[in-house]
Structure formats: C-alpha cells, structure tokens
C-alpha cells in the first residue's frame, strides 16, 4: 500500500499545541533538549550496566546471584534503551549532534541495529502510528493479533494468557532476526529502506559481530556454553519484556484508535496531531519512579506530539497539551496506574482474540 496522507489545515490543533509550547519554553528559557540530571542519569545507567556486565562474565558468582544479577542486567539494559538511545536517536538527548550519536550508539553495542531503528521508530512508527500494513509496531503476527484488520487465528484466543511469553523473546529476536531480516529484504514491513551507503553497510556488520564477541563470544570462552545460555536468555527475555511492555501500553489499550485511510484517496480523516491524540495512551504519570526508569515514556503522547523535546520537560509540557486537547474536545488517553494500562492491554488482547 502507499503511504497515507494526512490533512493540512492552516489554522489547527497541531499549530495551536507548537505555538504554546514554543512560549513555554521562550518564557522558561529553557533548551528543548536534556540537561545535567538527564546526563548524570545516562552516565549511571550505563555504569551500572558495565559493572554488572564485567562482574557476570570475569568475577562470575554463584549461581542463584549470578541469575539475579542477568535479570537486573536485563532491567538496566531496558533502561538504557529508554533514558540514553531513545533520546539520541531523536536528536533530544544533547544539543550537540555527536553527543546524541554517541546515546543513540548504545543501541549498536547491545545488539540492535540503529540505523534500522531511526527507519522503523522514528519514520514509520511516528508518522503512522498504528495504521494497519503501515506501522510494524503493531506487526507481531502469528502469535499475535493487534487489530480488527489483521487475520484471526485459533491461537489469538489465547493471547491474552501468553502475550507474556511472545514479549518476552522480543529483544532476542529482534538482535537476532529482525534486524537480519529487514537488512536483506531491504524493507520494514510494507515500507522500502533508503539505499543504504558503505559507511551504514560496514556500520551494520560492525557492530553486529561487535555485540556477537562482547555478549556470545566472550562470554561463552569465560564461564562456558550452559551458564552462558542461561544468563543470556535471562539478561535478554526480562530485557525484551520490559521494553514491549512499555510500549504496547502506549498504543495498544482500549481506548486507543486504529484508523485507516480513505480507500479511494488514501487520505487519514485526521491531521497527524490529532491522529498522534488517538493512537497514543499514558500511564503513571505522577509516578516519578516509573518515568525515571521508563524515560518519561509513560508520557507517550506528549512524546509522539513532540519527539525532539527530551522526556525531562513531559510532566510540564503535558500540563498545556490536555489543556489544549480539552479546547479542541480531543480526548486525552491517561491510565493513572501502570495496573490499569496493563489490565486495559489484557482486555484489549482478549478483545482482538475473539473470532470475527
């Protein structure tokens, strides 16, 4: 299919939320961007990461604190994923290009192909969110059935008990076979990559046999096959869960849309802003330590609206935008426990299990 368009007014919600935003930030004085807490958090975080890391594979404890630690390992790793190369790799983390390169990199070290990433996040999934046969993040067939246009399976009347298990074995499979897979067919679902230059091909195997040594390799000629398999699949199904979690509660709940373009014209009925609104859901936002640990993800909307502000500035920013959509009478999405997203996405899963 083709892309779809979106309707460009003049005078619209998406201008309305720009031009408060920008006096937000003009009357604060602030930079868009993240500052020293943000900084001093991406500096522990990935401390943290590499002591764990130096400890499991040339110090390795025991068994019982050896497993211990690859789960906390996968928590961290997640973490990363969400404070440091989530933020670079919207060019939001720094105001200097290289040091966002430098967080978005993080993500090659651990295995998942950046270059494929900005593609299929920062294009796809940001302008077409959750649109069927464009956007991948709702693309988990056949274990999963994430819209009404998508072909139901018997197994889909399950997947409200085993959604667990597929999240779980999303960043192994996404190291491992997705980034292989788009690498070759040259496609992200529906949606053609740009030619890729020498220097992104050499980048792409680079980092893949970078990520092969640090956590196969060397970890495998350290402390052997079977302790290395079992701390691996530890380190990366909590990894995996965490970061679908996350984000399957950002879009796929109940009360979040999932429409399509007009047949005939390919038109969305909505401009992108307001599509943003009603594709998109928070959760625990007054938490403080689920946005510290989540990187203000759990604003999501505010994040989808606006990609290149860092997740530092989300509480206050959001503060205008439901004002704003309360203006325009555009519902805004928030789940006040992360509980209530998860029951929210369980009901939603059960939902899309049923036959037609």
Not at 169 to 177: A, E, G, P, R
Request: aromatic share 16%; net charge positive.
């Amino acid at each position: 299919m083709s892309s779809p368009k979106f309707p460009k007014l003049p005078i619209s919600f998406h201008s309305e939320l720009k031009k408060k935003i920008g006096e937000y930030f003009n009357q604060k004085g602030r930079s868009t961007t993240g500052n020293f807490k943000l900084h001093f958090k991406a500096i522990l975080l990935v401390s943290v990461l590499i002591g764990l890391y130096i400890h499991l594979v040339f110090f390795t404890p025991r068994v019982v604190f050896a497993i211990a630690e690859c789960v906390i390992l996968g928590c961290v790793t997640a973490a990363v994923g969400f404070n440091v190369m989530h933020d670079g790799a919207h060019g939001s983390f720094s105001r200097y290009k290289w040091i966002n390169n430098m967080a978005s990199n993080f993500a090659n070290f651990l295995g998942a192909s950046q270059h494929m990433w900005k593609t299929k996040h920062n294009v796809i999934h940001h302008t077409y969110t959750n649109i069927h046969g464009v956007d991948d993040d709702i693309e988990a067939r056949p274990l999963l059935r994430l819209c009404d246009e998508q072909p139901h399976y018997k197994i889909h009347k399950y997947q409200h008990f085993y959604f667990w298990a597929a999240y779980s074995f999303l960043y192994i499979y996404w190291v491992f076979v997705t980034d292989y897979t788009k690498y070759f067919s040259g496609k992200i679902g529906s949606i053609s990559l740009r030619k890729m230059t020498p220097k992104e091909h050499f980048s792409f195997w680079f980092y893949k046999v970078a990520h092969a040594l640090l956590f196969v390799v060397i970890p495998i000629y350290m402390v052997g096959f079977t302790p290395w398999i079992i701390g691996f699949l530890s380190m990366g199904m909590v990894a995996g869960f965490v970061l679908s979690i996350v984000f399957q509660l950002a879009h796929t709940v109940e009360h979040t849309h999932f429409p399509l373009p007009d047949a005939a014209t390919g038109k969305m009925e909505d401009d992108w802003a307001i599509h943003q609104v009603k594709t998109t859901a928070n959760f625990a936002t007054k938490n403080k330590l689920v946005s510290w640990l989540v990187g203000g993800l759990n604003f999501q909307i505010e994040h989808h609206l606006f990609p290149k502000i860092s997740h530092i500035h989300y509480p206050a920013i959001s503060r205008i935008i439901k004002q704003v959509c309360e203006e325009y009478g555009i519902s805004y999405i928030e789940y006040p426990r992360v509980r209530y997203a998860v029951v929210s996405h369980i009901k939603f899963l059960r939902q899309m299990g049923r036959a037609e």
